[in-house]
């Protein structure tokens, strides 16, 4: 079955720190893997996907399929990246998404 | 417009009544999606739509039915609503359902109360 877990619910660090938010999948297939952002009373948001092999706002994910992990990176958090995380694995037709990990960031 | 927007913000409705929750993108996506949201809780997927029709329900109970009528506009109709339904209703909409197609954009949602 398809699934994608963040084992993480909570992640608390201080400015400048490294992070790194965890996101493991199930899936037989090619994984197409997302990671979306939810800052504090603002919509859902794409933050990165595989595919595109980009950096957003200074974090990086990199699609291991041997471990088949997809974890979130970012060498020095900011304050302004506390937010909700969550993985997602697209599928035809839809995403499933991880419990999602909040990050707390801390001055 | 690069934006999905959802109207209302906010609804609070009682157990006997009949409302609807509007989605509008006019981004030429094709696909669009409901989803819910519980407190802390992931968004569940309840419908997606296809170049205006039905392609997944995950089994949602009859008194909510969407409505898809034309490709910018999805509506959720909610109908004899029960207090557990109460949670943050998303939209979003995806250019298609493939590949590079896919990545989906939310709107802000409608947070709805039952009582």
């Known amino acids: 079955a398809q699934r994608v877990t963040q084992p993480e619910k909570l992640l608390s660090v201080f400015k400048g720190a490294p992070v790194e938010l965890k996101c493991n999948y199930s899936y037989s297939g090619s994984p197409e893997l997302f990671w979306y952002v939810q800052y504090s009373r603002q919509r859902l948001q794409l933050l990165l996907r595989?595919?595109s092999r980009e950096s957003i706002k200074g974090f990086t994910a990199d699609l291991n399929k041997g471990e088949t992990s997809f974890h979130l990176k970012k060498p020095f958090a900011q304050e302004e990246d506390s937010a909700m995380y969550y993985c997602?694995?697209?599928?035809?037709?839809?995403?499933?998404f991880g419990t999602g990990t909040r990050l707390q960031v801390f001055p | 417009d690069t934006e999905v927007t959802q109207t209302p913000k906010h609804l609070v409705m009682g157990m006997t009544n009949k409302k609807s929750l509007k989605c509008e993108q006019h981004?030429?996506?094709?696909?669009m999606y409901w989803y819910k949201q519980k407190a802390k809780k992931p968004p569940e997927l309840m419908f997606v739509?296809?170049?205006?029709?039905?392609?997944i329900n995950e089994s949602v109970p009859s008194r909510f039915s969407p409505e898809c009528p034309n490709s910018s506009l999805l509506n959720l109709h909610l109908h004899a609503l029960q207090p557990e339904d109460s949670a943050l209703y998303l939209c979003?909409?995806?250019?298609?359902?493939?590949?590079?197609?896919?990545?989906?954009?939310f709107g802000p949602g409608t947070r709805l109360l039952v009582l």
């Open positions: 595989h595919i």
């Open positions: 739509y296809s170049y205006e029709k039905l392609s």
């Open positions: 979003a909409s995806s250019q298609g359902l493939r590949g590079d197609e896919e990545t989906q954009y």
């Open positions: 981004m030429g996506h094709r696909a």
């Open positions: 997602a694995l697209g599928l035809t037709d839809k995403l499933i």
